[in-house]
């Protein structure tokens, strides 16, 4: 069974900056699609980023793009999401998953704890 933890959230200012890490285990790291989801209070779950494995091509929602960037370490079984001006809608427990192929969609029912990422103003 896949693991998936998450890390590097916290408190930062809007117009600041932040790295998150997702380590996994117990699966075939480098030839999943990988993404990084993120929920509000209050909302659903919804898409952010997602990765390729072999030629790392990236997907982000519309809200992020040119602020964030995903990027991988298949030799550490890790996903990264660095985050730049961070705005306060940006609020919100991000969580890593495998993603289904030609869909913005997790694959892995299961979910790690994810990470908290609070943007003051």
């Known amino acids: 069974q896949v693991q998936l933890v998450e890390s590097g959230g916290g408190l930062v200012q809007a117009g600041g900056s932040l790295r998150l890490s997702c380590t996994t285990s117990?699966?075939?790291?480098?030839?999943?699609?990988m993404g990084w989801f993120r929920q509000a209070p209050g909302k659903e779950r919804e898409f952010v980023a997602k990765?390729?494995?072999?030629?790392?091509?990236?997907t982000y929602a519309d809200s992020v793009k040119g602020r964030f960037t995903i990027s991988r370490d298949n030799a550490k079984n890790t996903v990264y999401l660095q985050m730049n001006s961070l705005k306060p809608e940006d609020t919100a427990v991000y969580y890593c998953?495998?993603?289904?192929?030609?869909?913005?969609?997790?694959?892995?029912?299961?979910w790690g704890q994810g990470t908290q990422v609070t943007v003051s103003s």
């Open positions: 990765i390729t494995s072999s030629t790392s091509s990236t």
């Open positions: 117990g699966g075939t790291f480098s030839t999943y699609i």
């Open positions: 998953n495998r993603v289904v192929p030609y869909t913005l969609k997790a694959y892995f029912g299961c």
